[in-house]
């Protein structure tokens, strides 16, 4: 599986943003994908996944509320609308895809990533 992430850049906080990360790969489907997120100087943390189906959605509490994620598996596609941005929310978000269908929070049971799409939230 490919993924390339994109749709990031430079907006205001409380304004928004829709991140969308293509996938190929026969077993897109079948997996569950995740967004992540990596702030200088900081570790990579967990913001949202999606299961297979796209019946199970956990977020991370920070995002909950705010961000929504969403999936086309006819596109191959997943989606994290951002709303309300904050200046916190400033980091490299990456996708993910598992080799399961369960949205998993660890970062560890993902095995394939995209290359990162920068969003920058000014004050």
């Known amino acids: 599986v490919q993924l390339q992430a994109s749709g990031g850049g430079l907006v205001q906080a409380g304004d928004s943003l829709r991140l969308t990360c293509a996938a190929s790969?026969?077993?897109?489907?079948?997996?569950?994908m995740g967004w992540f997120r990596q702030a200088p100087g900081k570790e990579r943390e967990f913001v949202a996944a999606i299961g297979e189906s796209g019946s199970s959605t956990p977020y991370a509490d920070s995002v909950k509320g705010r961000f929504t994620i969403s999936r086309d598996n006819a596109k191959n596609s997943v989606y994290l609308q951002m709303n309300s941005l904050k200046p916190e929310d400033t980091a490299v978000y990456y996708c993910?895809?598992?080799?399961?269908?369960?949205?998993?929070?660890?970062?560890?049971?993902?095995?394939?990533w995209g290359q990162g799409t920068q969003v920058t939230v000014s004050s």
């Open positions: 790969g026969r077993t897109f489907s079948t997996a569950a």
């Open positions: 993910a895809a598992s080799r399961e269908p369960i949205p998993f929070r660890s970062q560890y049971e993902y095995s394939y």
